[in-house]
């Protein structure tokens, strides 16, 4: 704890931390989200082919965006860590920041592992990404992050607005799960009667 205060104390912390500067807190905590953006932003498209709302969407250039997160992962950890130095001592006695810490750890693992497998294996991405293992990869990352993310947005505030954040939450997942669910089943009928043999077809008037 004492290496905490004394980093806290520090004159270029504390001038980022007390700056009205927009050098100050203010553009780290911007370079934060800036960085979240660039890393999660692919995850994002995958999240389209593998939910199957874009089922045709090819995975393999997705391949070019790795330097994009790469960035992005390292930007996220240099604004991070400065944040992190403006309130050490509150930071490590925050438990909704650990739980933070531990889930981003956790799916930045994971998400590599997905990344392997997909990119990395014997199969090619866009056969890859639809098998099982992969498939539960990118649920467990998903999952991560948004604990993650929702965790980060949480850390200021106090446990009655996190409980009433958290039911927030989950209406807001079972909604979005069932606008997935909704959307497989009208594209799967679609597709089921775009394929009935042409005997089954009805003519239309004047054809």
Known sequence: MEFLSWLENTDTV???RESTSLLGYTLYLSLHTLGLVFLLGPVVILALRITGLVPRLPVAPLRSFF??????FAVNLVSGLVLFATAPVGFVRNTTFLVKLACVLLAVAVLRKFLRVVF???DAPDAAVDTRRARVLFAVSGA???VAITAGRLTAYSSYVISRTMGALAVAFVVAAATVVIVRVLQSRRTSAGSLPAGLTVPLKGK
């Open 120 to 122: 990395g294996g014997p």
């Open 14 to 16: 504390t001038w980022i």
């Open 67 to 72: 330097p994009l997160m790469a960035g992005g």
């Open 144 to 146: 991560l992050w948004i």
